[in-house]
Each structure stands twice: as structure tokens, then as C-alpha cells.
């Protein structure tokens, strides 16, 4: 028997605002490695906790971001970032928090960007998307934000790719007409595969083995490649010894006319 719609838009909210507040003390924890100061804190952790709902409901036109007309988002966030700001943990405890918070917000966020894009009468392609945009936009930003590449990109474990599964399977739930079903099972295979991939090293393969040429890579960054100087430029051969020596003109003298 699929659950009320009333009750499946509750569980949504919760499940958005718990995302919130994870990701909002994920940006705490990385204000902290950047030796931030509260402002600095308050400003990251916003824009990480509430970054990736507000892309969502942006593309989603179906009104103004949740996060602008729900007085419980903002204040969500600051609480998230106020409990970075202030608990203190070793490195190690700080690592551990991080990842498993990691983990749960891309559950969170890839089923509700998923539910809430079906709601709004989209396809299965669009729900996937903005699953996926919703798990790691917040995070994506907060990182240029701070002129780091984001963790999206690759090098720490799977992102994008756990947050496609879980909106995949919120997808294939709902199509089927167990929503509740795919929240329950889309946050535990969040859970598991991101963890697992953090534990194991699981990543997706890297680009090929080679370097692109000097003025293909120099047009990319908008700047000139360097030029190569020519050997033997203004060398003429010494017969003496056989070495080359440079050229010179002959010193003039106030006698030549």
C-alpha cells in the first residue's frame, strides 16, 4: 500500500532539512582546516547547507527556493554551523564525523532533489539529475567558494556516482508505487557505497597518462607558452678550434670616416 502524499512531502522536509544540517556542519569542519573565523564559518556553512536545495528549486521553477519561504532552513543551517564552530574533536574524531556525515547527506539530498522532481510532474532522466545536483551542489560551491577543486570531481571516493544510484532507486520506488520504500533504501545504499568506497579506495578511473602540448595547454590558461630559443642564432663557426663562438661587430673608431 503506498504511503498518503501528505506523509511522503513530510518525510521529504525532514529528510531536506536533516541535509541542511549535515552539510552545514560538513562546511563548518572545513572552516575550521581553513582557520576561518566565525564569520567566515557562518558564510561557508550557509552556502554549503543550503547551495545545493537552492539549485535544485531554481531549475525546478516551481516557485521561489524552499530554503527563502521555510523559516526553518536558515536557522537549521546557522545551528549546524555554530555546532563546527564550537565542539571540539580530535583530527581523528573530526575525520570519522566528516565522512559519515558525508555519506548521509548524499542520501538525504539525492532522494528529496529525486522526489521533488517527480512531484513537479518531470521524468525519470530529470529526477536522476537533480538528485545528483542536489547530493553535491552545496558541497561544489562551498569549495570554489573557498578556491578549492571540488570533491565531485574526484580523487576522494565516490560522489556523483552514490548520488545517482540512490535517485535511481528512489525513481524505480516510486514508479512502482512504494516511495517510502526508495527512502529507506536509497539512504542505506548511500550509507553503505560511500563508506565502502572511502574504506576501499573506490574511485573512478582517471584521464589517460599524458600531458597536453605547451600552447594547448597555454590557450586553456590564457597565457603564452614560452619561447624556445633558437640554437646557432648569431653563431657563426670558429675555425680555430672548431667551437662556435656569437658574433660581434667590429668597434668603430673616430678615425673611420
Given amino acids: ?141 562551498r569549495d570554489v567558494l573557498l578556491r578549492r577543486v571540488p570533491a565531485v570531481f574526484g580523487g576522494n571516493g565516490l560522489y556523483a556516482t552514490v548520488a545517482a544510484v540512490v535517485a535511481g532507486t528512489m525513481v524505480v520506488s516510486t514508479y512502482l508505487g512504494a516511495p517510502a520504500v526508495g527512502i529507506v533504501a536509497g539512504i542505506c545504499c548511500s550509507l553503505l557505497l560511500r563508506l565502502a568506497a572511502v574504506r576501499f579506495g573506490w574511485g573512478l578511473p582517471n584521464g589517460l597518462n599524458w600531458q597536453p602540448h605547451t600552447r594547448l595547454a597555454a590557450a586553456f590558461r590564457g597565457t603564452r607558452p614560452p619561447r624556445r630559443r633558437r640554437r646557432g642564432r648569431d653563431r657563426r663557426p670558429d675555425t680555430r678550434d672548431g667551437n662556435t663562438a656569437p658574433v660581434r661587430e667590429p668597434k668603430r673608431t673616430t678615425d673611420e670616416p
Fill in 1 to 141: 500500500m503506498a504511503a498518503p502524499i501528505d506523509t511522503i512531502d513530510q518525510v521529504t522536509r525532514y529528510l531536506d532539512l536533516a541535509g541542511v544540517l549535515a552539510c552545514a556542519m560538513l562546511g563548518g569542519a572545513v572552516s575550521r582546516t581553513e582557520g576561518l573565523d566565525l564569520f567566515g564559518f557562518l558564510v561557508v556553512g550557509i552556502v554549503s547547507g543550503l547551495g545545493g536545495g537552492i539549485i535544485r528549486d531554481t531549475l525546478l521553477q516551481q516557485g521561489p527556493p524552499v530554503a527563502l519561504t521555510d523559516y526553518a532552513y536558515l536557522p537549521t543551517a546557522v545551528a549546524g554551523t555554530l555546532i563546527a564552530f564550537l565542539i571540539h574533536l580530535s583530527e581523528h574524531s573530526w575525520d570519522r564525523l566528516f565522512t559519515a556525515l558525508d555519506a548521509a547527506v548524499i542520501g538525504f539530498w539525492a532522494v528529496t532533489g529525486a522526489q521533488k522532481t517527480l512531484a513537479a510532474g518531470l521524468g525519470w532522466l530529470p529526477a536522476v539529475l537533480l538528485g545528483i545536483t542536489t547530493a553535491v551542489g552545496g558541497g561544489a560551491t
